[in-house]
């Protein structure tokens, strides 16, 4: 009964690193979402996944990279960490290819700081 | 394209209502309501499409004014376990990056 699974929940980058957030969904969900949580902001798309082998750029992609590796698994990848990066990462799945009026379930976030 | 949420934050006694509003200022084709608790994923609570249409569920409802182009969530004899930080999200079309969440309204039931 897991749902969606992120690792790893906590992460301290220096400016520069790179890293890679994963993200494993077990409700065999064809749409996957990675979005980052800034204080006051709200929640916003980085980058989405309609289906296994198709990626797409959301509200703002820049600085990350994304990986549909099957069906379950969906990467976020930041080459080279900056601080403005820091923020609270959730990845989220939905039943259907095509995402609109699909509830999104979502993982317990990973909490990425940059020095 | 973020809707706008009202009020930022709320403090309730159990048992008193509340009214979160979720406003757009372009044509929505549906509206998700989720509720997050501190430290916690957002968990989804309900989704209404455009047409009006009101939805419940236990003591928490919402409705869907497609002409005035924004939704309101209806919390009714809080209880404790409804703290959290409400997010709308409204759909503009087909496609992920056609869903923007709003930044939330801090909702505080104390006994």
């Known amino acids: 009964n897991a749902g969606v699974t992120q690792t790893p929940k906590f992460q301290v980058l220096k400016t520069g690193q790179s890293m890679t957030l994963q993200c494993a969904q077990d409700?065999?969900?064809?749409?996957m979402y990675w979005y980052r949580q800034d204080p006051g902001m709200g929640l916003r798309l980085i980058y989405y996944?309609?289906?296994?082998?198709?990626?797409d750029k959301g509200e703002v992609p820049n600085g990350y990279n994304v990986s549909r590796l099957n069906k379950r698994e969906f990467s976020l990848r930041l080459e080279s960490a900056a601080p403005s990066q820091t923020s609270v990462y959730f990845c989220?799945?939905?039943?259907?290819?095509?995402?609109?009026?699909?509830?999104?379930?979502f993982g317990d976030g990973t909490r990425l700081s940059i020095l | 394209q973020q809707p706008v949420q009202s009020p930022q934050a709320v403090i309730l006694r159990e048992g008193e209502d509340a009214v979160i509003n979720c406003s757009s200022s372009?044509?929505?084709?549906?509206v998700h309501w989720y509720r997050q608790k501190h430290g916690e994923a957002p968990v989804f609570l309900m989704i209404?499409?455009?047409?009006?249409e009101q939805k419940g569920h236990d003591k928490i409802s919402a409705s869907f004014n497609e002409k005035k182009q924004q939704s309101s969530l209806y919390l009714t004899a809080s209880q404790l376990s409804y703290s959290g930080t409400y997010f709308c999200?409204?759909?503009?079309?087909?496609?992920?990056?056609?869903?923007?969440f709003g930044t939330g309204t801090r909702l505080t039931v104390i006994p």
């Open positions: 989220a799945s939905s039943e259907g290819t095509l995402p609109r009026n699909q509830p999104q379930h």
């Open positions: 409700m065999n969900h064809n749409s």
């Open positions: 996944s309609a289906s296994e082998g198709t990626t």
């Open positions: 372009k044509a929505l084709y549906s």
């Open positions: 209404l499409l455009k047409g009006g």
């Open positions: 999200g409204t759909e503009y079309g087909t496609g992920a990056n056609n869903l923007f």
